[in-house]
């Protein structure tokens, strides 16, 4: 079946960095588009950036365009997410999920149904 792990959270201070990685079995890794959500306690889980499948496209939400990169590679079958200048509304567990095809000229890019497969989340604490 298949598998996503999430790794690389943990707990920093406020403007430090991150690098979260996913690494994906039993997956046809390039035919996917692949996306990182994240959920706060309390709050719904949302869509943060999704890329394309073979990297040509990228799409962030507002609140993390110029502080997080996403990047993949298709060799190693391992999703990226480079989280710099973190502040604490970023504190949330972190999941990456692959889609076919989700829309990504459309909002829908960040909605969870569009995403087939989902990895168990990585923990994201960012403290003033």
């Known amino acids: 079946q298949v598998r996503l792990v999430e790794s690389g959270g943990g707990s920093v201070q406020a403007g430090g960095s991150l690098r979260l990685s996913c690494e994906a079995s039993r997956l046809t890794f390039g035919a996917y588009y692949m996306a990182w959500f994240r959920q706060a306690p309390g709050k719904e889980r949302e869509g943060v950036a999704v890329i394309s499948s073979g990297a040509y496209s990228t799409a962030y939400v507002d609140s993390v365009k110029g502080r997080f990169t996403i990047s993949r590679d298709n060799a190693k079958n391992i999703l990226y997410l480079q989280m710099n200048s973190l502040k604490p509304e970023d504190t949330a567990m972190y999941y990456c999920?692959?889609?076919?095809?989700?829309?990504?000229?459309?909002?829908?890019?960040?909605?969870?149904?569009?995403?087939?497969?989902w990895g168990q989340g990585t923990q994201v604490t960012v403290s003033s």
């Open positions: 999920a692959a889609g076919l095809n989700p829309p990504m000229s459309s909002p829908r890019r960040f909605l969870a149904e569009e995403y087939n497969y």
